[in-house]
């Protein structure tokens, strides 16, 4: 079955450097959740859209944004990297509108971003 | 302010025998609670979920329990295979009806070994 893809896996960048991270989705889901996960911690939400509209938002920093386009595909765009800002980044997909075939619909994750900022 | 905790940040069980992962949480406005399974550069692995309605759900080897009062669930693998090892997150939702509102809180993980 297909999964969650996302790209690239590995990315290395600058301090003050820009990075896009992409998120192809589980084909007809059409929600896409944004998660980072920095070293020996557990993953924390950043921001989420359903049907290319943004659902919700967590502890995302204002030098980053993201958008959900027309094929459901999710790129998050980060500026200004900072030192901190050195995580695993995943994306999840889910079938959150009409067509789905039960109540809750689980999440399913990505294998990551790993963002390395020097 | 970490609302989903797991306190054992490892755990060691023989091949065969049972394991027990233990959640607690403090937030009452979680619906859905679900299990993660990661294995080091991959991303989490969806294993069972429980709604807060139900106080049991099984699937094959794992079983997650619930208990509402208490604020805590745990996952029982029965029988534990070294397949098994891994980091297994418990992880935490409300129930949106809007899509898009069903943002995952994750506890912290618990390193489960399972050995010969």
């Known amino acids: 079955a297909a999964g969650v893809i996302q790209s690239p896996r590995h990315l290395i960048k600058e301090k003050r450097e820009t990075a896009t991270l992409k998120c192809y989705p589980i084909?007809?889901?059409?929600?896409v959740y944004w998660y980072q996960q920095g070293p020996g911690q557990d993953p924390q939400f950043l921001i989420s859209?359903?049907?290319?509209?943004?659902?919700d938002k967590g502890s995302i920093p204002d030098r980053f944004s993201a958008q959900q386009f027309s094929d459901y595909h999710s790129e998050l765009n980060m500026s200004s990297l900072e030192l901190g800002d050195s995580a695993l980044y995943f994306c999840?997909?889910?079938?959150?509108?009409?067509?789905?075939?039960?109540?809750?619909?689980?999440?399913?994750f990505g294998p990551g971003t790993r963002l390395t900022v020097l | 302010d970490q609302q989903v905790k797991q306190n054992s940040p490892s755990l060691s069980v023989q091949e065969g025998r049972i394991s027990i992962l233990n959640c607690d949480y403090t937030?009452?406005?979680?619906?859905?609670f679900l299990w993660y399974k990661k294995y080091p550069a991959e991303g989490p692995t969806f294993l069972i979920s429980?709604?807060?309605?139900?106080d049991k759900n099984e699937d094959g080897r794992f079983t997650v329990f619930l208990n509402k009062s208490a604020k805590h669930l745990s996952l029982h693998i029965v029988p534990s295979q070294p397949g098994d090892s891994a980091v297994y997150f418990c992880?935490?939702?409300?129930?949106?009806?809007?899509?898009?509102?069903?943002?995952?809180?994750f506890g912290t993980g618990t390193q489960l070994k399972v050995e010969l």
């Open positions: 999840a997909s889910s079938l959150e509108g009409p067509e789905r075939e039960s109540s809750y619909n689980e999440q399913f």
């Open positions: 084909p007809r889901h059409d929600t």
């Open positions: 859209f359903y049907e290319k509209m943004q659902s």
């Open positions: 937030n009452s406005m979680f619906d859905y």
């Open positions: 429980i709604s807060s309605i139900k």
């Open positions: 992880a935490a939702s409300p129930y949106i009806l809007t899509g898009g509102g069903n943002k995952l809180t």
